[in-house]
Each structure stands twice: as structure tokens, then as C-alpha cells.
Nanobody, 120 residues
């Protein structure tokens, strides 16, 4: 069993910062990709950023220059540093990971989500 546990969400004023963390635990052979999606009610879940095991990152257009994704492979943890937050960043943020199990199956896993609310 693999679990992704997120932390770091909350309420912040516009212009403020938050740092999200997501730790993966359980039976894993390798974590290929870790990243973050977000979702607001009535809209599809959208990619925020992702990072591969070797370090390459990918960002959606909207967080570029404001959000930074990083990863600690030793801790199986991914971080999302969010600066210059805007009210439109308000959403539930979900951690995800593409993990290879000990049986060499590659599966997608999701965290439970953490609420980020930005007040104007």
C-alpha cells in the first residue's frame, strides 16, 4: 500500500506565501514523478507543477515565476512553495505520484487534498 500525505494548506492574504508538502510512504520500488494538481468546485482538476526523479520540472503557465516545486528523494517528499498568492489560487491542492511498485507495476497515486484559500 502506498500513501501520500499532504500538509501545509491554509488561509493566507493575497500576496502571501504558503508551502505545501507531500510525503509518500509504503511499498515502493521507485518514484518516477511527483507533483501537484488543483481543483475548484465545478471545474476540472488542473496540473500545477511536476518534478521527475532526475530533477526536471514542468509548470503550468499560471504559476510560473510564483510557485516552485522541489523534491527530497531521500524523504520521498515533494514540496510546492507558493509565493505572491492570488485569490484565484484558491483551490484544493492534490499531491500525486507515479510510483513503480516492487512488482514493477507503475501506478498513479493521489493524496487526500489540502485546501488553500487566498483572501483579497
Amino acid at each position: 500500500q502506498v500513501q501520500l500525505v499532504e500538509s501545509g494548506g491554509g488561509l493566507v492574504q493575497a500576496g502571501g506565501s504558503l508551502r505545501l508538502s507531500c510525503a509518500a510512504s509504503g511499498s515502493m520500488f521507485r518514484i518516477n514523478v511527483m507533483g501537484w494538481y488543483r481543483q475548484v468546485p465545478g471545474k476540472l482538476r488542473e496540473l500545477v507543477a511536476s518534478i521527475r526523479s532526475g530533477g526536471p520540472t514542468h509548470y503550468a503557465d499560471f504559476p510560473k515565476g510564483r510557485f516552485t516545486i522541489s523534491r527530497d528523494n531521500a524523504k520521498n517528499t515533494v514540496y510546492l512553495q507558493m509565493n505572491s498568492l492570488k485569490p484565484e489560487d484558491t483551490a484544493v491542492y492534490y499531491c500525486y505520484a507515479v510510483i513503480v511498485t516492487p512488482t514493477l507495476a507503475e501506478n498513479n497515486y493521489w493524496g487526500q487534498g489540502t485546501q488553500v484559500s487566498v483572501s483579497s
